[in-house]
């Protein structure tokens, strides 16, 4: 299997991946009060888009992902995302960074 290596020879096999810019909170030292410009739905990765490059980076060694946000939980197809993301040959461990709001929301 090929290995991600950076320039200073340092071997990668963890990725973190934002799956929106969107979040239900507005913590200070995250959002300004003024909010963001969030970008439109049509620009966001599709989950499609995001299995395709997860794919791409377990071929490159990477086996640990972390989904971001955002809050990854305002998307609907997150527990698919996550689903689809596991079922990547290569891939060992998948996790998540939320805010917890939406947790009981999604089990
Ligand atoms: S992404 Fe995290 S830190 Fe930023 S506003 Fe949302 S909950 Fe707060």
Redesign the pocket.
């Given at each position: 299997m090929e290995k991600l290596y950076d320039q200073y020879d340092r071997v990668h096999d963890y990725v973190r991946l934002s799956i929106t810019d969107r979040?239900?909170?507005?913590?200070v030292?995250?959002?300004p009060k003024e909010g963001l410009p969030f970008f439109p739905t049509d620009k966001v990765l599709s989950q499609d888009e995001i299995v395709q490059m997860i794919e791409n980076f377990a071929e490159m060694g990477i086996s640990k992902v972390r989904i971001t946000?955002?809050?990854p939980l305002l998307r609907t197809d997150v527990v698919d995302i996550v689903r689809r993301i596991k079922a990547v040959k290569g891939i060992e461990d998948v996790s998540i960074t939320t805010?917890g709001l939406f947790l009981a929301k999604k089990g």
């Open positions: 979040c239900n909170l507005r913590c030292y995250c959002m946000g955002g809050e805010n």
